[in-house]
């Protein structure tokens, strides 16, 4: 058996940071959500693939102002993570992996995408839990419902 080197209040410390980059999206509070991040200088990137690859802290910093923004892509949606899986690396590192469910809530509510946060890097700060280091795997079904949409859309 494995002893983690995180303490119980870790766990629940990350735990928290992964809702709150769900709730600070669905609240479209850019600023609150980049404080889930660490120091610009530490900042290891953000890749999404579909939404696009963020090199530097300022670039994710325009993506989410951008997202949760009027006619932003996050608008009216809710995002929910689930089967958090923490793996304590270190006493100061966690690799934390997770599913993102997103849901339309401003219209006939559905569940619009899904996806695989992996190995996100979580490092303690002296704020607290941040994240360095995110790539969501965006599951295939979204590109299915948006190329869908986008048919019906044009006939």
């Keep these: 058996m494995n002893i983690s080197p995180l303490t119980a209040a870790d766990y629940a410390e990350i ?8 709730v ?3 609240n479209a509070d850019a600023d609150a959500f980049m404080r889930l991040w660490v120091e610009p200088a ?4 953000y890749d ?5 690859k963020m090199e530097t802290w300022q670039a994710m910093y325009e993506f989410e102002k951008h997202h949760v923004g009027p006619g932003g ?4 949606k809710r995002h929910q993570s689930t089967n958090i899986v923490i793996e304590g690396i270190s006493a100061t590192e966690a690799h ?3 599913d993102m469910l997103v849901f339309e809530v401003a219209d006939v509510p559905f569940l619009m ?11 303690k700060t002296a704020q607290g839990w ?10 295939s079904g979204f590109f299915k419902l948006m190329a869908k949409n986008q048919a019906a859309a044009q006939a």
Excluded at 130 to 139: A, E, H, Q, S, Y
């Design 113 to 123: 995408a899904t996806g695989r946060y992996n190995k996100s890097v979580v490092v």
């Design 24 to 26: 600070t999206t669905d």
């Design 48 to 52: 999404s693939g579909a939404f696009g």
């Design 130 to 139: 941040r994240f360095k280091r995110r790539t969501l795997d965006i599951d």
């Design 73 to 76: 892509m996050a608008n009216g």
């Design 42 to 45: 530490e900042f290891a990137g």
């Design 15 to 22: 735990q928290n940071l992964v809702a709150l980059y769900c």
């Design 96 to 98: 934390v992996t997770n």
